[in-house]
């Protein structure tokens, strides 16, 4: 799982500005109830997308917005 994590993550850390903050942003919504960092670190985000559930759900967003297979 942290492999599959490791590749969402750096999808999203290779996206170019405004998009990479705005998918974090999202992200670190989806992951935490709690007030977060404007812009959490890539280990944060890892660790947040250990979690299957989340993780399907921004891999789906990330194909749908890049048409990636």
């Known amino acids: 799982m942290v492999q599959r994590a490791a590749t969402v993550a750096g999808m ?3 996206l ?4 990479r903050s705005r998918f974090l942003e999202l992200i670190a919504q ?3 109830e709690e ?3 404007a812009t ?3 280990e944060e ?3 947040w997308l250990c979690d299957e559930e989340l993780n399907e759900r ?7 917005w890049t ?3």
């Open 12 to 14: 999203v850390f290779g």
């Open 16 to 19: 170019a500005e405004p998009w």
């Open 30 to 32: 989806y992951a935490c």
């Open 35 to 37: 007030s977060t960092p």
């Open 40 to 42: 959490p670190s890539e």
């Open 45 to 47: 985000v890892l660790a």
């Open 58 to 64: 921004v891999r789906l967003m990330l194909r749908s």
């Open 67 to 69: 048409h990636a297979e």
